[in-house]
């Protein structure tokens, strides 16, 4: 595939967008942020806040949210030549290695070393010349040639390497927000109320706007509430190339549904509940979950990597509604949402994003002073 090809297909996926309405800071409280509720089928467009969700919600829904946990995957140190380093850690591949996105590119063998974070001041920088071999230390034991990819290999293991990572690491916002809050006000911020497994290296943001209070009122609502795990990786944000494109495949995944979660899952959608997944992270582990049946009709418990594209048109097997953020243009998250309200799904054929309900949708919120991406608003979509 041609450029000047993946550029036509990712035109089509465009909007026009401010930067002065990409979110900062998260609401507070969490669950007033505005909520934009969308039918599919009709285009009919209502404006709410979050804090609203027990009114739109019966005791036929159910909800399902992921419970991955953010790490502190952003590492700020030093190359052993002096020179300043920064590891953004995708995933861990064993008890001592990780992958991780390098800033600037590094050479096989380096060594890199990593102070605490009370050692560094607001700009990264070390606060005075210490003794490196107090430092969590690193190899660089693979790197991609085509890219800032690395494979390292840490001087520490198992449970000591990943607690040493905490102290050492700062959360990984996406490079679009600015935040002025403090390292421990954004780690709380940057996390659901409900995370659990820790693995990703970012937050499954339509999650965000949940309080233990508005949970407590759905279940009292009865709504049934169940949870998944998919680790969210650093490709989340990454650009779309032309490998993604012709293979339909993204940036693997791990995701992971329990065998009583897909129990209860299946009986529901038997017994005619409306699936909502709470973000596109929870769409993506249920739509992988459902595909690995033979009918594509029920969900397989599963602890397994994802790879899986959603574009129009692609049948929805498993969910019927979708809570979610305002995404980034020219994404695949905004691919997925396209491809939601559109046909096989709907009545409506997709040409382009702006032309579809959804569009229209971002259209009203751009208009209405909504708030984007990771710490903006939401949509509840149906």
Request: net charge negative.
């Amino acid at each position: 595939m041609f450029d000047a090809d993946i550029q036509d297909i990712l035109a089509k996926y465009d909007y026009p967008l401010c930067e002065e309405q990409i979110a900062n800071e998260p609401a507070s409280p969490r669950d007033h942020s505005k909520l934009l509720r969308i039918s599919r089928q009709t285009g009919k467009l209502q404006d709410y806040h979050f804090y609203d969700l027990p009114d739109l919600l019966t005791a036929n829904d159910v909800l399902v949210l992921n419970e991955t946990k953010v790490f502190s995957a952003r590492l700020l140190g030093k190359k052993q030549s002096g020179g300043k380093v920064e590891l953004l850690l995708i995933k861990q591949d064993n008890l001592n290695t990780f992958e991780a996105i390098s800033k600037p590119g590094l050479k096989m063998g380096q060594r890199l070393f990593f102070p605490r974070r009370n050692l560094l001041d607001d700009a990264g920088n070390l606060s005075a010349d210490l003794d490196t071999s107090d430092f969590l230390q690193a190899e660089v034991i693979w790197r991609d040639t085509e890219s800032a990819k690395v494979q390292v290999r840490f001087s520490q293991s198992g449970a000591s390497l990943l607690s040493e990572i905490d102290l050492c690491g700062f959360t990984p916002l996406p490079p679009y927000i600015h935040p002025t809050q403090t390292e421990e006000k954004i780690k709380e911020e940057y996390q659901t109320v409900y995370a659990k497994e820790e693995g990703s290296a970012a937050a499954p943001t339509a999650g965000l706007h949940f309080t233990e209070e508005l949970l407590s009122k759905l279940q009292a609502k009865g709504v049934q509430i169940e949870k998944v795990t998919l680790h969210v990786g650093l490709g989340t944000f990454a650009k779309l190339t032309s490998e993604n494109l012709e293979n339909k495949t993204l940036h693997s995944e791990y995701y992971e549904i329990t065998a009583e979660t897909a129990q209860r899952l299946n009986q529901a959608k038997k017994a005619g509940k409306r699936i909502i997944a709470v973000g596109t992270t929870s769409t993506r582990t249920l739509e992988s979950a459902v595909l690995l049946s033979q009918n594509h009709q029920e969900l397989l418990a599963a602890a397994k990597e994802t790879n899986i594209f959603i574009d129009p048109p692609y049948k929805f097997n498993f969910i019927d509604a979708l809570i979610t953020n305002f995404h980034l243009p020219k994404s695949s998250l905004l691919m997925l949402v396209s491809a939601f309200c559109t046909a096989p799904n709907t009545t409506e054929e997709f040409t382009n994003f702006l032309a579809t309900s959804v569009g229209q949708a971002y259209t009203h919120a751009l208009a209405h002073d909504y708030r984007f991406f990771s710490f903006g608003d939401a949509m509840l979509i149906e």
